[in-house]
Structures are given as structure tokens and as C-alpha cells.
């Protein structure tokens, strides 16, 4: 993090958001789609509302179109019949989904908060009338079910706005500490229901949801409220069974919502205050806790923060996420090892099948998002772009399904894995329905002042920006290629265009305006700034151009991924132990994997030691390699070999790592300057001998390298 945020700037956001929120009617009208709370209105930046966003041509629009059809067709009486069940109603000859999702399950309901979420999100959208009316369906459903329980149920729920697929009793059981399986984690189930209710009403302007969120908001208040903070934390502190999903997020959005005290107070209620007060001061203690039971509690304490000012909330987001993002993150942006944190940095030494839980990346997105918009810093769409690009877009198979979202739980990192699909009922399941809806969400940000346009991502789209006039239209192949063209289709007026230049984007980096080159540099890692008068029919083009490279696991170097651009690269084979990977000895003075990685013939597949590299947001059954072992263990130039052990220094980089570190050079003089001068370095350091250092600057004069 280049510019962190301190405590004066975090008291600075939150200034404005400490009053009381306005009380909002219950009824919004029908394409009144706020894709934020109204606390948002603070942060420094926006997002556009979901429908302000359409997406283009391309593989993201062929994946939520897979979506979509299992969307429009899964039978809302399926998801319905275990609330149904519940509240002693017909369930109309209905099975539950299955998976977790059964007529006896302990988490059962929480596949049809999903589902919610996944229906508002496609009709906000497309604006089909069936899906909206699909929505509307297992909203009213929904709300019988609920009257028909606190009526009839037995027992009776302590209080009428409870919203369920189970009587209480798993709730009662944790207050007692029950741990799992006894009960699994009854608040998670909880939070599903509220955040599709909340979805309904802001994404489709179902004006029910919002009644049915705050009852079951009160059921919450009622039932937590009492309980001692002693007794809450050791109650959220039990595996499993004290996960709450992002509870205290949900109910401080509700709060925004309605602007009832008790909302806010239910969700300060989930501060799991051993881990909160840990990050707050910035001690890492995550090693052997379950990842996705605590990341989306962090993007709750930012919005609990937006309303209390209390800056230990956002401090503690904002180092959690740096103990997550980068010292815990696997090439494809997953984190997690059989769905626990491991020790920081410890990557190749926890490669295996279960890496990666889907719904940890699905989370840590969230929380990256939320960041961005209380201190734009590109590190987050880095990030962002990262885990979009090669773990969601990766994670839905690319196959038709209208029984099964076709999504996976885990994706394997360690050699000869193969991804697997469906997941049905399952958190994953739950999540993934979600990913595949949204992509366009986080394309485009906006300034609270707009006066300022982000375009954070590479993703074919259009957006519409009325209060401004401006229809803006990116056409882009991306990922597979890194030219994108942004049009001014409709509008004219003053605008910065920030443009993010991706940390990958080291080479070639071009942007003109109307074919003009823009004079400003483009900075890797930062956003470039495109700052005028704009005009209909005004065209950017932004290229940055994809080159091979490779990112080291941190805690073995010569455990390495390769990747195209912005692309993760897998080696398509079935072998169970890495494959050895040896380039250096292919290198011309340009210093460039191209010399060792050849194209295969397809777009973005290549070939190197006789195996197959893919990219790997092409989703299919195929095993593969995410990392493989780099192997180079003689300082060579081409044919020129020195005999000389490529000896590694303290930080794990070889002679040969740091010499091409340098490249391209421009002739084979400078190539030999270069030898020369790392092998004396290497020879007062002490790792290599005279001997040794001569060697290598001899194989260096007798290597003949090509431009």
C-alpha cells in the first residue's frame, strides 16, 4: 500500500455519517435500484447502481448468460419447501434443492437468500418481467410462511418478524454453546435470508422484502440485545456454529434503510471482538481460523464504521485485508487451505486439492470494493481484477445447467488437480449463483462530486450516467487481449477519466484521445488521468500490452505460476508431482519468456516442455498444474554453459533471476557488461569464487545471444 489511510483521514470519511439516517418509506418505485445504502453517500467514491451498467460481447456476458438460464428456470417452489415445511404449509409437492439445502439440513434456507439475491440481480440486469416476477413469487411466499409461523409454529418464535426453514432452537442451542454439527451456524443462515430480502427490495424494489428485512432485523435485536457481550463473543469465537456470514454488514445497511436504532445496535452486537481488537492494532493472529467465517465481518465493520465513527472498525478492515491480499493470496487470488487461514506467506507449502474456498474470493472482492471506496487506491482493483478474472470467472463451468448452478467449493493449487462442479445447496453454491450476475459491478466507480470517472476494469460494457448525460461504451476482448477502446456515446461536459493502469502492465503501456497520444505517463499500479472537456464521439484507447511472466510463491521461490497479462496460465497434466520448468537457457538478450514459451495456436494457450498452457477462466474438467517447480541449476547463456551452481542469495532470487531482471539488452556488449558486473558483486559477497566468477563471464564471451 503505497498511501495508507490514517486515523484522521478514516475520522475524516466518517464525519458525515455518524447522524441519524433519514427513515425511508417502505415502498420504492419499481426501477429504483440502489445498489448502496444511503450512509454510502459519504464515501469519497461511488458505485453505480447495477442497472446503470450493461455488459458487452464477450466471455463474462457467456458466463452470466449460463446463469441466467438456470435463473429463469429452477422452480421457486423448490427453493420454497423448506420454509414451507416449517411453517406447516403445503409444500405443494416440492423437493429441496439438496446438497446442505434438505428437509432436515441445520442450514437449510440459506440456498433461497441466495436465490433471492440471484433473481435481483439478473432482473436489475436484464429487467425481465419473469424475473421480477419470479421475485415477487417467493417474496409473497416468503411472508406467509412467516405469518403462517408466528401463528401456528411450534414452538412459537419469541418474536413475529422471525424468518426461517427452522424453529429456533438452533438459535437457543447456541446461546448455550452448542457447538457443530449438533448446530451448524444458524446467524449465517440468518444473514443469507436478510442480505436476498435487502437485494429484493434495493436491486427490484420489492417493497415487502423491506418489511420482511426489518421484522427479521427486530427478531435479531430482541433476541441478541439481552445477552451479556461476554456471552456473545464466546458464542461467535465457536467454529462453525458462531459463524454469522456478514451480519453485522446486512443490518447496519438495514439501518440505513429504515433508520431504526435497534438495527444498528443488533449489528454492533457481532463484533467478534478478540479478532477486531487483534487487526485494530494490527496483529496477525489468523493462522488456523476459518476464512470465510471471518472475512465478511470485516466488510461489516466498514459499514458499521460509516455510521459510529469509530475508527478501530476500519482500522481492523483495512489490516486484515493486508494480511489476506498478497501474504495468503495463491496465484488465482483464493485464499485458504481446507477452508482455514494458514501461516502468513505460506503458500507452496500449502498446495494441495482444497485451496481456495470460492466463497472466500467471493467475499474478499466485497471487502476490496468496499476499500476502494473510502480510499481509492488501485491496489484494490489490482487485487480485484486478480481473484475476477482467474477465480470467479474460472469458477463456473462452461456448460449449460438449469438444475445445478454448475459452480465450484474449492479450486485446487496443488500439481494434477481438476476443478469440480455443481455444488447445489452448498455455501459455494449459494455464492456462486451471485458471482456469475454481477460482474459489471465494480467496471465503473464514480466521485461523490462527479466529477471524477474510474474505469477500473478491462470488461466490455456500457454505462449510463444520467445525472451527468454521459453514455460511455468500452469494447474490449479483455481477458483475452489488453487493447480496450472507451467511446462518448452520448454527453458532453467536463470529466476526469481515471484510467487504471494495472500493476501487470510494465511494457508498451499506450493511451491516445481521438488518435492523439496522451502526454502523461501511464504508471503501473496507479490511475492515469485523462482530464477535459469531452464530446459525443470521443474515443480513448488504452493499450497495455500482454507479456509472459512469472510470480514466485513467497515462501519458495522456485515454486512459480505463469501468467499471460493479467491471465493465470495452467500446465494441462495429470502428473502428481510438480513438473520441472527450465527457461533461462531459451533467453535472447530481449530477456523474454516468449523465447522459452511458444503459442500453441489458439488465443492464450501456448506450449512449453511438451505440455499444454491454458488459461485458466476456461472451465472445464481438464487437470492441471497452477504452479510448477522452476529448475535452473547451472548459470548457461543459450549453449554457452559456465558449470558454475546457479546459487540462490538470502531472499531466495538466483544469479540468473537477477540478471534477467535487467533485460532487455540492447546488445551483447551490454549483456556482458551485465554479467560482469553482477558476477563481481557476487564474488565480494562471498557467493561466488574467483574461479567460479571467471567461469561465468567466459561463458558469457562465448555465448552468442540473438535480439
Not at 433508520?259 to 488456523?288: K, S
Amino acid at each position: 500500500m503505497r498511501r495508507p489511510p490514517t486515523r484522521r483521514r478514516l475520522l475524516g470519511i466518517a464525519a458525515g455519517t455518524a447522524a441519524a439516517t433519514p427513515l425511508l418509506p417502505l415502498t420504492v418505485p419499481a426501477r429504483a435500484a440502489a445498489a448502496t445504502a444511503p450512509a454510502a453517500t459519504t464515501w469519497p467514491v461511488q458505485p453505480f447502481p447495477l442497472d446503470r451498467v450493461t455488459l458487452g460481447d464477450g466471455v463474462f456476458r457467456r458466463k452470466r448468460d449460463l446463469m441466467l438460464e438456470y435463473a429463469r428456470s429452477y422452480p421457486a417452489d423448490r427453493i420454497l419447501a423448506v420454509f414451507r415445511a416449517n411453517a406447516g404449509l403445503d409444500t405443494r409437492g416440492a423437493q429441496p434443492p439438496g446438497g446442505w439445502e434438505t428437509s432436515d439440513g441445520n442450514l437449510r434456507g440459506h440456498f433461497a437468500g441466495h436465490f433471492l439475491t440471484l433473481l435481483a440481480q439478473a432482473y436489475a440486469d436484464t429487467r425481465e418481467a419473469a424475473l421480477k416476477s419470479k421475485l415477487d413469487y417467493v417474496i409473497g411466499a416468503l411472508a406467509e410462511c412467516r405469518q403462517a409461523f408466528a401463528e401456528h409454529g411450534s414452538p412459537r418464535p419469541s418474536h413475529p418478524g422471525y424468518l426461517a426453514a427452522y424453529p429456533e432452537t438452533q438459535f437457543v442451542l447456541l446461546e448455550s454453546y452448542t457447538t457443530y454439527p449438533t448446530i451448524w451456524a444458524p446467524y449465517y443462515t440468518c444473514h443469507k435470508i436478510l442480505r436476498g430480502l435487502l437485494d429484493a427490495h434495493t436491486l427490484a424494489g420489492n417493497a415487502q422484502a423491506l418489511t420482511l428485512a426489518s421484522g427479521l432485523g427486530d427478531w435479531v435485536h430482541s433476541r441478541l440485545a439481552r445477552l451479556p457481550k461476554a456471552q456473545l463473543e464466546r458464542m461467535w469465537s465457536i467454529y462453525i456454529a458462531g459463524e454469522y456470514g456478514g451480519m453485522n454488514e446486512v443490518l447496519a445497511d438495514l439501518y440505513a434503510l429504515t433508520g431504526r436504532a435497534e438495527h444498528l445496535a443488533a449489528a454492533r452486537c457481532f463484533d467478534n471482538t478478540t479478532l477486531l481488537d487483534a487487526c485494530a492494532q494490527d496483529r496477525d493472529i489468523l493462522d488456523g481460523r476459518h476464512a470465510n467465517q471471518h472475512i465478511p465481518q470485516f466488510t461489516g465493520y466498514l459499514r458499521v464504521f460509516d455510521h459510529t465513527g469509530e475508527a478501530r472498525y476500519a482500522d481492523a478492515a483495512w489490516h486484515f485485508w493486508r494480511m489476506v491480499a498478497g501474504p495468503r493470496t495463491y496465484s488465482l487470488g483464493g485464499t485458504g487451505q481446507g477452508e482455514m487461514f494458514r501461516a502468513r506467506g505460506a503458500i507452496a507449502a500449502t498446495l494441495g486439492d482444497n485451496n481456495a474456498e470460492t466463497c472466500a474470493t467471493y467475499n474478499l472482492l466485497k471487502l476490496s470494493r468496499q476499500l476502494f471506496f473510502r480510499e481509492p487506491d488501485p491496489v484494490y482493483m489490482d487485487h480485484y481484477e486478480r481473484g475476477l478474472t482467474n477465480h470467479i470467472l474460472a469458477s463456473r463451468r462452461d456448460a449449460r445447467s438449469t438444475s445445478s448452478p454448475e459452480v465450484t467449493y474449492f479450486v485446487g493449487m496443488g500439481p494434477g488437480v481438476v476443478r469440480e462442479y455443481d455444488n447445489t445447496g452448498t455455501c459455494c453454491g449459494g455464492t456462486g449463483m451471485e458471482n456469475h450476475t454481477k460482474y459489471q459491478d465494480s467496471v465503473y466507480f464514480r466521485s461523490a462530486d462527479g466529477g471524477t470517472l474510474f474505469v477500473n476494469l478491462s470488461v466490455a460494457s456500457t454505462l449510463r450516467w444520467p445525472e451527468r448525460g454521459f453514455v460511455v461504451e468500452q469494447t474490449s476482448a479483455f481477458p483475452a487481449e489488453g487493447v480496450r477502446t472507451l467511446t462518448f456515446r452520448e454527453g458532453a461536459g467536463a470529466l476526469d477519466l481515471r484510467l487504471r493502469i494495472p500493476s501487470w502492465a510494465t511494457t508498451g503501456v499506450t493511451v491516445t484521445v481521438n488518435g492523439v497520444p496522451h502526454p502523461a505517463p501511464a504508471v503501473p499500479g496507479s490511475y492515469l488521468s485523462v482530464n477535459r472537456t469531452w464530446r459525443p464521439g470521443d474515443r480513448v484507447q488504452i493499450s497495455t500490452p500482454y507479456r509472459l511472466r512469472v510470480e514466485r510463491a513467497l515462501d519458495d521461490p522456485t515454486v512459480q505460476s505463469v501468467f499471460h497479462g493479467p491471465v493465470l496460465l495452467v500446465a494441462q497434466s495429470p502428473a502428481q508431482g510438480f513438473r520441472a520448468f527450465s527457461f533461462y537457457k531459451d533467453f535472447t538478450l530481449q530477456g523474454d519468456l516468449a523465447a522459452a514459451i511458444g503459442p500453441e495456436g489458439r488465443p492464450q494457450y501456448f506450449t512449453t516442455h511438451g505440455l499444454t498452457l491454458a488459461p485458466f477462466f476456461v472451465a472445464d474438467s481438464t487437470r492441471y498444474h497452477a504452479y510448477f517447480r522452476r529448475t535452473e541449476p547451472v548459470v548457461v547463456f543459450g549453449t554457452a554453459d559456465s558449470g558454475v551452481p546457479n546459487r540462490a542469495r538470502g531472499d531466495g532470487l538466483t544469479f540468473l533471476d537477477v540478471l534477467w531482471a535487467g533485460a532487455p539488452f540492447a546488445s551483447q556488449a551490454r549483456f556482458l557488461d551485465a554479467v560482469r558486473a553482477l558476477a563481481d558483486a557476487w564474488l565480494a559477497e562471498g557467493r561466488l569464487t574467483r574461479a567460479e566468477r571467471d567461469a561465468v563471464v567466459a561463458a558469457a564471451v562465448r555465448a552468442n545471444l540473438r535480439r
